[in-house]
């Protein structure tokens, strides 16, 4: 992590330790990180997120800063299946007619992955999401989130993957 600024126009910011507890809301720390430091936009996102790419992340932040009609940008994923709330109610069907489930209605999810904020929209608001954030759908293969052991093996397979296609290309690219 210490090597991060000499390789990266970076800054390292170590989270204080009364902000390493589970019961800590990330609009906190969020609040935190973004109190040591003075920028138009923040991006925020996090290590737990190792497959983002630099295109998506340019592409979040041209998608925001060319549409002034948002206070903040928040990546989500688009889900097109029958999903139920607690009770178990249909949310986007019904029972009495079954859609192919490509014909129902998205349901998106805010995936935490990234977010693109300016300013005057974390003063206003104190979060990382203002009142009218515009939904940014990333590369689904770009969305795995390391929760879980299962999650880090899955993401670095990917990564694996990704790294002998892009050899691949590069190979015949030089010939």
């Known amino acids: ?9 970076v800054e390292i910011i170590e989270r204080e330790e009364r902000f390493c507890t589970p019961d800590v809301s990330l609009n906190d720390i969020f609040a935190n990180d973004i109190s040591k430091m003075d920028a138009d936009i923040y ?3 996090y ?4 497959l983002i790419t630099p295109a998506t ?3 979040a932040i041209n998608s925001f800063t ?3 009609s948002h206070d903040s940008l928040m990546s989500v994923t688009e889900h097109q299946s029958w999903y139920y709330n607690s009770n178990f109610e249909p949310i986007n069907h019904s029972y009495e007619e079954v859609e192919d489930t490509q014909d129902l209605e998205p349901v998106y999810e ?21 009142d009218n954030p515009m939904h940014f759908e990333m590369p689904p293969i770009e969305e795995i989130e390391i929760d879980y052991q299962w999650e880090f093996e899955v993401a670095e397979a990917t990564h694996r993957e990704r790294e002998l296609r892009e050899n691949i290309l590069t190979s015949h690219r030089n010939k």
């Open 1 to 9: 992590m210490q090597e991060a600024p000499d390789l990266f126009d």
């Open 47 to 50: 290590c737990t997120s190792p």
């Open 57 to 59: 992340i340019e592409n």
């Open 66 to 68: 060319n549409d002034d």
């Open 110 to 130: 805010e995936n935490g992955i990234l977010y693109v904020l300016p300013h005057e929209t974390v003063e206003k608001y104190g979060r990382r999401i203002g």
């Open 43 to 45: 991006l925020h996102t």
